[in-house]
């Protein structure tokens, strides 16, 4: 075996001993910030120095396609270009690849297509109709949750129908899953649950393949394996049964998927799974200083249940926490904005050492209008997606068709976007006749002479067929990717029915598209052979939090869920007001308070230097000024490690908390009339009034509809 590589010195003695840890299990469970990451990123690098493994024997699963990128570049810099070959990403960008190889062995061929949540959506609601159900009654969201539950805990249709039916709407689900699931075969289209069950399915079909990727992959690593579900938790033991290297890293206090099915018991199930398996602590947090850690130990002591783990650090005590009392949320905003150029000037720290985080999306949009004001730049990571914008789902939807013309519901998608005449009921006839047919859409459209439809309709049809054949024959003789998509759009019409709309909408719709050919030649730039369905593939399992950009000279906002993993010099959280952080109503059971604390834990403990928790007084909702209660979580951190500053807008104005009604010092032309000191919920006080948003002040604002707000029972609306 070689000599040890220098690098090793980087590490402490737990994170080393881990790091040299040869074959067999392995399990990391440990604080935040106390290296699990680093000693994965230096494990792999470890195991190719010594000559322990070849890069593409090793596997790695990160959370984020950002994460295993960042951990590819930093073994690169440790072992150089050979990291290249290691196999890394998540859990759906490793199993899609190794599907498209695979899919013919489960009956699909390889350039299926990815549905992402809308795409399901979609389908879904097209079997609801299909079978006389009313999607406005039965909402496919409701549904696609339920089925994506029942597949990531392994459950099919036909175990579903037998053993989950207690109610109608069990019922109606067991059978719109087992429909959506023959329609998916029969468009050739997996949806991103299907990526982790498809490959169990096959492994269990087909040991042989099974081996052979077990022999591929002789050492996994998973990072974060506490927000693994039960799909990834069996894909992984099957392929490390042979061999059993397999290391995963988590920390049980940093559980937040639990609404996704992630699962805790895995990481108690590990060491009942694997008898041999060492357990290796981290017990030095390298991160924050004495403060944070403080402040984060204080928080996550309140939960339950918790697996015994030691965190000190040698840092600093650091200094003190701020709470930001605010008066409502621009004041929040504003003072947010004032301690960021504060902090830069005076300690000098850059934009992108600051992070905002918030419990829900929607809150970035207060601080953006601020920050836009103050000429702070910002980069916001999450909310919609640049591939999930319409006119790019409508483009990819066009190109998907190119390669997998058996998917119907791309087809559904574009077959009249741009409007080319064929009407609702040319194409209901033309989709039952494919239902009764057993073929696909385009099968018909293909042969839409013998179908018997509107004579305009056909012609259409037939012009599109043709043309659609053109691209494929174009794409098949070699061209590239970029000249198809332009002539696809040239010849569809799209670009041209967004030029002639010439709204400000289309116009951005426009450069979105431009945008994407960018992207595609970037791509046929930087990949050998990049071929559309290539390309495809990976734009649909781009996440929001691949995109942000550390570099990037920005303050960062994004909510806690997508700071996962990630760390900063200097980070705000905000919103910490009962029924946003914890989120939820106040009675609400079904909100899982220990998990929103170990949200609050993920959000703390991704500061370095300096935090700063924030709440309001007010804030508005749903067009309505509505008083709020700082969380609770406020109160459990210890109280030596913080200290409360009120803002000057509600000291300035001292009457507005004497209990006095008053107006609103909004700086908007909204005034609200209420009182500081009756609690919004009063129980004692049923008569208190309703009061009701809307927008026409001369029509009667109590109409079946309107949205209420009620002192006692909270927000509503009108149904009779
Ligand atoms: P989280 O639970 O938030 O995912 P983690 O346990 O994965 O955290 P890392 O992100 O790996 O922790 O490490 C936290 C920080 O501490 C990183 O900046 C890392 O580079 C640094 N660090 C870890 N170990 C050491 C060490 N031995 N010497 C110096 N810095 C270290
Ligand atoms: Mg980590």
Redesign the pocket.
């Known amino acids: 075996m070689p000599k040890e590589p220098d690098f090793i010195h ?3 003695e737990q ?1 080393r001993r881990a790091v040299r840890h040869g074959e067999g299990p392995l399990l990391i469970v ?10 994965l ?1 230096y494990r792999i690098a470890y195991l190719i120095h010594q000559n322990m493994a070849a890069p593409n024997e090793i596997l790695a699963l990160t959370f984020t396609n950002k994460a295993a990128k960042e951990m590819q570049e930093r073994i690169g810099q440790l072992i150089g270009e050979e990291a290249k070959r290691l196999w890394m990403g998540t859990f759906h960008s490793v199993f899609s690849k190794i599907l498209r190889y695979e899919a013919e062995k489960i009956g699909f061929n390889s350039d299926y297509s990815i549905y992402d949540t809308e795409d399901s959506k979609n389908a879904i609601k097209q079997i609801l109709r299909e079978n006389n159900y009313d999607p406005k009654e039965i909402k496919p969201r409701i549904l696609q949750r339920r089925i994506s539950d029942a597949k990531n805990e392994l459950i099919n249709p036909d175990h579903y129908g037998e053993k989950f039916v207690h109610s109608t709407l069990d019922d109606i689900t067991a059978r719109i899953y087992k429909i959506y699931v023959e329609r998916l075969k029969h468009n050739n289209a997996m949806d991103f649950d299907d990526l982790l069950i498809k490959p169990i399915e096959l492994f269990n079909e087909h040991p042989d393949t099974l081996e052979k990727y077990q022999d591929r992959f002789k050492y996994i690593m998973i ?2 394996y506490q927000d693994t579900n039960h799909a990834q938790y069996k894909v992984t033991n099957m392929l490390a049964s042979k061999y059993e290297n397999l290391c995963v ?1 988590g ?1 049980d206090a ?1 559980s937040i998927y639990s609404f996704r099915g992630a699962d805790i018991s895995n990481i108690l199930d590990f060491k009942s799974d694997y008898e041999d398996a060492v357990e290796i602590p ?1 017990e ?4 924050s200083t004495k403060a944070i850690l403080k402040a984060a130990d204080s928080i996550i002591k309140n939960n339950s249940k918790q697996l015994d783990k030691t965190l000190w650090t040698d840092n600093d005590m650091g200094d003190t926490i701020t709470v930001l009392d605010n008066y409502d949320e621009r004041d929040e905003a504003n003072r947010v904005a004032n301690y960021i150029q504060d902090l830069k000037m005076r300690k000098g720290y850059d934009y992108n050492d600051f992070a905002i985080l918030y419990r829900t999306n929607y809150q970035s949009r207060v601080f953006e209008e601020t920050f836009r004001r103050k000429g702070i730049t910002y980069q916001l990571v999450g909310g919609l997606s640049f591939y999930q914008r319409k006119e790019i789902k409508d483009v990819l939807a066009y190109l998907t068709l190119l390669i997998n013309p058996e998917d119907d519901t791309n087809l559904m998608r574009i077959i009249n976007e741009p409007s080319r005449g064929i009407g609702q009921k040319s194409l209901s006839d033309l989709m039952n006749r494919a239902r009764q047919t057993g073929q696909s859409l385009w099968r018909i459209l293909e042969n839409v002479e013998e179908a018997d439809v509107y004579k305009p309709a056909e012609n259409s049809v037939k012009d599109f067929v043709r043309m659609i054949n053109s691209l494929k024959q174009q794409l098949a003789n070699g061209r590239s990717l970029v000249e198809v998509t332009k002539q696809l759009l040239d010849e569809s019409g799209y670009m041209k029915s967004l030029v002639e709309e010439n709204s400000p909408k289309s116009m951005t719709r426009r450069e979105n598209i431009l945008e994407l050919q960018n992207a595609i030649s970037y791509f046929e730039k930087n990949n050998d052979n990049a071929t559309l369905s290539s390309f495809l593939q990976e734009i649909s399992l781009i996440t929001d939090t691949d995109k942000y950009d550390e570099e990037k000279p920005a303050v960062t906002m994004m909510t806690v869920h997508a700071a ?4 900063f010099p200097v980070v705000f959280i905000v919103g910490l007001e009962e029924e946003l952080f914890p989120v939820g109503s106040r009675n609400n059971e079904d909100v899982n308070i220990e998990e929103e604390r170990r949200l609050f834990y ?1 959000a703390i ?2 500061a370095e230097q300096e935090l700063f928790f924030s709440h309001c007084r007010s804030r508005y909702k749903y067009g309505e000024e509505q008083r709020k209660t700082r969380s609770r979580f406020l109160d459990e951190v210890s109280s030596d490690v913080v200290r409360t500053e009120t803002g000057s807008s509600i000291n300035q104005d001292k009457n507005r908390f004497s209990g006095k009604k008053n107006s609103s010092p909004n700086n908007g032309d909204t005034k609200v009339e209420y009182d500081w000191k009756k609690p919004l919920y009063d129980k004692n006080n049923r008569s208190s009034h309703t009061q009701i948003h809307y927008d026409n002040p001369d029509e009667d604002p109590f109409q079946v509809g309107a949205k209420v707000i009620h002192n006692v029972f909270g927000q509503g609306k009108i149904i009779s």
């Open positions: 980087d590490l402490n994170q440990a604080g935040a910030g106390s290296g699990k990451t680093r000693v990123t990072d974060e890293v920390d940093q981290l030095q947090n390298y991160r996962k993993g990630l760390e993920v403990t991704r």
